[in-house]
């Protein structure tokens, strides 16, 4: 065959080589893109009896971590939850398997604190990492939920809030506690700020010192409900969706521990 009739297809031989070179360094360099960023250090915290440090690890192993937790605390809100009609009947439910199931922590063991799920596979925790998993099991059922700590150290106490038809309600889920206004309904935030004998009454059968508990909601006014709830957080769509909006200041009221003190105008409804 001539030399000029070879060319063409030989042309095309070199043509196809180069693509197949373009295309597995292409292949090549996302992979190595993609593993350096998985291999990317990540830092994270644990406290151990009060004492915090901080550990390094992969970020593929810190995002494989949480979604594992996501699932758990997902799967386990679907067991204890799921079969149970009404917010105030889930409430109730959420607060029965939480003390059930979340002790206090026993003589001896170690207080830790580092994440929602790790409470529910030890079984034991401090009274604020219980209002963290009733209020996590809740939020991930769809029943928006809170806690704040309230009084001052180191008498403070965590309470917790539901969003029970369309209003706040209050628990104190250390003791087992479930406020209840004059008409026997659950009480808002508004309504034991302006009533302390509300207190008194839902106490008086559990706690012994009655009146130094109650002396712990001195001031006490209704906290600011947060848009970003902690067990958003938890959550991976709802963590991008807030980590996406945060640089811009879209993210809404963020949850605090500890909110700042805020003057309110007593609202007494049953």
């Not at 889920?173 to 700020?193: K, M, S, W």
């Not at 706690?207 to 970003?228: I, K, L, N, Q, S």
């Amino acid at each position: 065959m001539p030399t000029h009739e070879r060319l063409p297809a030989e042309a095309r031989s070199a043509k196809v080589g180069r693509r197949s070179i373009r295309r597995v360094a292409i292949v090549l360099g996302v992979a190595a893109v993609m593993t350096t960023v998985a291999c990317w250090p990540a830092t994270r915290f644990v406290g151990v009896d009060f004492v915090v440090t901080q550990q390094s690890l992969p970020l593929w192993v810190k995002a494989m971590e949480f979604i594992d937790r996501d699932r758990n605390l997902a799967s386990t809100a679907q067991a204890v939850l799921g079969g149970i009609d009404g917010d105030d009947a889930k409430a109730a439910a959420a607060l029965g398997w939480t003390r059930a199931n979340i002790r206090n922590a026993p003589a001896g063991m170690p207080i830790i604190d580092d994440h929602i799920w790790h409470i529910v596979i030890r079984g034991y925790g401090q009274s604020d990492q219980q209002a963290d998993v009733f209020t996590t099991l809740l939020t991930y059922e769809g029943v928006r939920a809170y806690w704040t700590f309230i009084g001052t150290k180191p008498d403070e106490i965590p309470i917790s809030y539901v969003l029970i038809r369309d209003r706040w309600r209050v628990f104190d889920v250390a003791r087992g506690l479930v406020f209840r206004n004059a008409v026997d309904d659950l009480a808002t935030p508004e309504q034991i700020a302006a009533d302390h004998n509300l207190i008194r009454a839902v106490a008086a059968p559990v706690v012994d010192d009655v009146e130094g508990y109650v002396a712990r909601f001195a001031g006490y006014a209704a906290p600011p409900a947060p848009d970003v709830l902690r067990a958003d957080l938890q959550m991976p769509g709802r963590r991008l969706w807030y980590e996406i909006r945060r640089p811009l200041g879209m993210q809404g009221r963020e949850w605090q521990m500890r909110p700042p003190a805020v003057s309110t105008r007593a609202e007494v409804r049953p």
